[in-house]
């Protein structure tokens, strides 16, 4: 109990340093050579306006970076939803998302170092807590305000809970990507995830023989399906 108490006082001092090192970074002006964050404040402007975002697409040339709106629509209606409460003047939203940015930001923190901790690998959960809280990037996401932290916060939180609670995960993991699609590249390891955890594999051996018959030579299709699970049941091991 005392090793146990005192790993969770461990987090309590990283939690306390990141909070003083990233509240040092709200200074940095995110008008200065125009942050992403900046264009997201104005098509919540837009939305207010029953203006589509995406229509700008089309009308554009496509060959000039007008700061297209490229993200699903989560966080342009969290945008225009706060400023509809009264945070329409920048300086203020800003304000208040950098708040929950860095709320965010520590959450995920703690929940690289819980997913350690449980396992009583207390150096570990001190050390990835650290190292994601005290990175090069995230301090810069931090400076310009960048919206990664609540997508990749919903990710790590769905990897934690699939096993557990699957539906739940894949609602998660279906809120990162309709804030950003930073997730996308994790798609298909979900797919794969969700067969395995059914009694109905035909549909799964399909796919695999397909792709085998396709891009493989015979003999290697067992051995490549096994390395793929192999490598997917490790990163389920960590998380789960």
């Not at 009264?86 to 708040?99: E, N, T, V």
């Not at 570990?124 to 190292?131: I, Q, Y």
């Not at 090069?136 to 557990?164: C, E, G, N």
Request: glycine share 4%.
């Amino acid at each position: 109990m005392p090793r146990k108490l005192g790993g969770w006082l461990w987090l309590f001092v990283i939690v306390t340093a990141a909070v003083i090192t990233h509240l040092d970074r709200w200074h940095y002006d995110t008008l200065k050579g125009t942050q992403d964050i900046y264009y997201l404040w104005q098509e919540g402007q837009r939305l207010l306006n029953w203006e589509n975002p995406y229509a700008r697409v089309l009308l554009g040339n496509m060959s000039e970076n007008q700061k297209y709106s490229t993200y699903f629509p989560v966080f342009y209606l969290l945008s225009s939803l706060t400023q509809l409460l009264g945070l329409k003047d920048y300086a203020h939203w800003i304000y208040f998302w950098r708040s929950i940015f860095l709320i965010f930001n520590i959450g995920i923190g703690s929940l690289l170092f819980g997913i350690f901790a449980r396992r009583q690998l207390w150096v570990l959960a001190c050390f990835s807590a650290c190292f994601w809280l005290f990175n090069r990037w995230t301090i810069y996401v931090t400076k310009v305000a960048h919206i990664d932290f609540m997508p990749i916060f919903f990710l790590v939180l769905s990897l934690i809970i699939f096993r557990q609670h699957q539906w739940i995960a894949l609602l998660l993991f279906s809120l990162s990507l309709g804030i950003k699609q930073i997730a996308i590249f994790l798609a298909p390891v979900y797919l794969i995830w969700v067969w395995q955890s059914t009694q109905k594999r035909k549909l799964q051996t399909l796919v695999w023989a397909a792709v085998g018959d396709r891009q493989y030579p015979p003999s290697h299709v067992t051995a490549f399906h096994c390395l793929e699970c192999r490598r997917l049941e490790q990163i389920y091991f960590i998380f789960c």
